[in-house]
């Protein structure tokens, strides 16, 4: 029964959200097709968009930019974390840095990025990766510096160069830390550029719910507060997914 | 008595003159670990480091292994000045130090890719290896799989790999109960017997540095230094039971006792 519960838990949810939408729009203060369309009505716009192309076009744009923007991140992300974890000097001059970086609205920035890089994907794969970056710096700063002193040790004495004990014993060790940041980076790229395709943009998902808003046709502009959500969800499915294949040997951290 | 020198005059296997190690710290001030240690192991001898807790055991098997710098004296290896930590010396800890994310099979075959051993040959030799600690059946395990007893004996078959001259042992057998310990003593001492190599061993067990060694040194309390070097003379290869009933048994026992207990076991 309550495995049977647990299975449905998830439709169930969704049933409820919808049901409560549905509710919502039907009665009530919300009851006014510019503030909230019924879920009918947005299925409808939904299915129009998708049919003529737009949705998925849109959906490319945006996944694509979350993609580049995501794996720069890591990338970025993780070498800051693994040398502040490891290396003293480094820790004392990238720490202000993540620390100030983490804190700063980061859209302010975009002002700039658009002057720099253009009303292209550029800027947007640059907001969504200052998003991104620093939660991936700091969850692997603090991985990186609990590794346990005798795994390194027993590597060293093994014969292991320092490189080949931050690659090969630091970054292992330090990865389910990494991929607990990674999370949170993961929904930081979504998040950043949607943002920076809603303030400047004549594509992607952000564009699609600006114009659905300016065009008054509001059934468009929560399709697409519907799909960038979705986009979340799925891109965190996946990682969740990666990481229980990458940490198979830690069955308690794979949760 | 300070300076501890092997019998007979063959060059000893490491040479530690005067080491000293203070620790600074920025809420206890400068902590003396280590007061000055001279001793000479010699190839393929067995020696026990026993002392009170606190005492610099740990930070001493460090040094020896080049992870810790001493702030004094030398320690040589072969003649030659320790600085670093070399595939010369292997170190086995109480907290087995497996990386949690290699298999059994893989712990042990990545010391031998270090050691520049060709892939070809790694499986062959790892599972010599495991065989050697009794752990064929379980070469696909995770660490996290094993018991506490089978942790150490990949641990130890890992270090083995990397093949040193020495091993050095800190509180190896600490965290297991007693008949897995009293086992894993036994399979130590027949691969000693075997392989002929150099063992540092740090315990808390007078009972276990009795059993194995071929010297006891007894530390003071900190900072440390060198009380006396007892030779429990033991017919080897050694058992259990007749090491227990041996007459001169009661007497080595208590003399490392009395001299833990006046160097100030804490
Ligand atoms: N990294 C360190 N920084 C500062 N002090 C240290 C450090 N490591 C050890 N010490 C101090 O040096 C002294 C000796 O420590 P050590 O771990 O070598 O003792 P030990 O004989 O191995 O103890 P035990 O028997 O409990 O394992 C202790 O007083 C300890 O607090
Ligand atoms: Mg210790």
New binding site residues.
Partial sequence: MSRLLARCGPLLAVLAVLGAWWAAAATGALADPFVLPAPGAVARAAAALWRDGTLPHELGVTLGRTLAAFALALAAGAAMGLAMGRSATARAALRPLVGLGFATPKIALFPALVILLGLGSGAKVALGFAEAVFPIAAATAAAASQVPVPLVWSARAAGASRAAVALRVVLPAALPGLLSGARIGLVGAVIGVYIGEMVASSDGLGHLMVAGWRQLETDRLYVSVAAVSLLGFALDALLLLARRRLLRWAPEQAA | MTAAGPPGGTRPKLRLAGVA?E???RR?GT?R??GGVDLDVRPGEFVS?V????????????IIGGF?AASGGTVDCDGRPVTAPGPDRGIVF?EFALFPWRTVAGNVAWALARRGVPRAERPAATARLLETVGLAEVARLYPAELSGGMKQRVAIARTLAQDPDVLLM??PF?ALDAQTRALLQEELLAVWERTGKTVVF?T?SVEEALYLSDRVVV?SR?P?RVLEVIEPGFARPRDREKVLADPAYPALHARVWELLRAGGAA
């Fill in positions: 190690k620790y600074t710290g206890r902590v670990a280590i480091l002392g009170p807790s606190g005492c610099g055991k740990s930070t001493l098997l460090y810790v109480q800190d509180e600490g740090v808390h530390l900190r440390a």
